[in-house]
């Protein structure tokens, strides 16, 4: 059984997690928020951060879903090139896949059009001691759907619902929804990455320059970052009226692939931590069996002529 971390670690480790969680108290302005923060690291101090971090969340999601009491969601906005697959492949590397699933939602399909705006996304949950990850999310649905007004239409709303309200509405829903999820085990954990648009610059040109790529840029992307101000603003306007003390936002510095992926991972870890996660205990009659069982399997040595050894 592992050890917890130390206090030290727990101390280090939060540097790299307050100044980026949004719960919704007091102002906030996204241009208050740099996308180039790496605090006190270099790459190479990162990276033993990162190890760290894998390790502690292999033993938390083992304890997780032995458990099988609670759930994580761990929600993934950003923009195009913000860095959300390569952070997911990083910091879940060696995780057990039994207990661990990513959806990736692209444009809803005929028959989600035919449903509400959440119910793709609710029936992707993770179950009690799994951990679910949506790369994209229920949030597009107030961040697309907004830049885009077209695609509005295409949800086939009735037209009286589909006023200028409509956006505090869905904030109104997703903040409900997600207290619900929280009132019944599940807890959420939400990542923008923050990224800027320099930066975004650099990894299009890298797509396009390096043949391994390459099949990640596409036309669209040009595209919407031509729409840059817009998303920004409506991003601004989700953290600002989506954030609560049960489902903060994290606003994390996405230029340095590095450091988004030390403060991602600390605040996941951060967060397993708070359940004080344990093994199943037997139960007395359990134990019984298991002495039962045990003897049983000796006496198959025995008489086979082995000595078990010890």
């Known amino acids: 059984m592992s050890k917890k971390p130390s206090k030290s670690l727990a101390q280090e480790l939060d540097r790299y997690i307050t100044p980026f969680r949004y719960d919704g108290s007091g102002k906030f302005h996204l241009r208050d928020h740099k996308t180039d923060e790496k605090g006190d690291l270099d790459k190479e101090k990162a990276q033993e951060l990162l190890d760290v971090n894998k390790k502690r969340l292999i033993e938390f ?15 993934f906005q950003a923009m195009d090139a913000g860095g959300k697959d390569s952070a997911i492949k990083a910091i879940f590397e060696g995780i057990n896949p039994q207990g661990c699933e990513v959806h990736a939602f692209k444009a809803p399909s005929s028959k989600e059009l035919d449903h509400d705006f959440l119910w793709r996304h609710a029936v992707a949950l993770p179950e009690r001691g799994h951990i679910g990850i949506f790369n994209r999310s229920h949030y597009e649905e107030c961040l697309v759907t907004r830049v885009h007004p077209e695609i509005l239409a295409k949800e086939k709303l009735p037209q ?20 619900y999820l929280t009132r019944n085990g599940t ?28 099949w990640k840029f596409s036309l669209d992307d040009i595209k919407e970052r031509a729409l840059w101000p817009r ?30 992926r030390v403060v991602i991972g600390s ?18 009659a359990s134990l019984a069996e298991f002495d039962e069982v045990r003897k049983a399997l000796e006496k198959e040595e025995e008489k086979g002529g082995k000595k078990r050894s010890k």
């Open 61 to 75: 999601q083992e304890k997780l879903y032995a458990q099988d009491r609670w759930s994580l969601l761990i929600v």
């Open 160 to 179: 009286e619902l589909a006023t200028k309200n409509i956006w505090k509405e869905r904030f109104e829903d997703i903040s409900a929804w997600e207290r």
């Open 187 to 214: 807890i959420v954990l939400k990542f923008f990455l923050h990224l800027s648009k320099k930066e975004q610059r650099e990894r299009f040109l890298d797509r396009l320059e390096i043949p391994a790529k390459q």
């Open 231 to 260: 998303y920004q603003a409506v991003y601004q306007d989700i953290v600002r009226h989506t954030s609560t003390a049960h489902a903060p936002w994290y606003v994390v510095p996405a230029d340095h692939k590095w450091f988004a």
């Open 267 to 284: 605040a996941i870890n951060a967060a397993l931590e708070k359940l004080d996660l344990r093994f199943p205990r037997a139960d007395k």
